[in-house]
């Protein structure tokens, strides 16, 4: 069984990160939400990363206008 630990976060963390900017679906994640405790932490935080992907890239416009705007 593979250890549940800090890198194994982070690189399932990465590993949505990167599938964001690839353009993939949040449902597309390879981990199963509902299969062992190895791939619920999997399904968990590749979903984590995703989703900061995803806030990061929509806030970066805000910010932009926000700058421009003030000018």
């Known amino acids: 069984m593979q250890q549940l630990d800090r890198q194994t976060f982070q690189d399932r963390f990465d590993e949505g990160k ?11 994640c390879p981990y199963n939400r509902y ?3 190895e791939n619920q932490f999997g399904h968990r935080y590749w979903t984590r990363g995703w989703i900061t992907a995803r ?3 929509e806030s970066q416009p805000q910010r932009s206008a926000e700058a421009s705007a003030g000018q």
Do not use: E, I, K, V
Not at 18 to 28: F, K, M, V
């Open 35 to 37: 299969g062992d405790a």
């Open 55 to 57: 806030s990061a890239a």
């Open 18 to 28: 990167a599938a964001y900017q690839q353009g993939d679906p949040s449902d597309s």
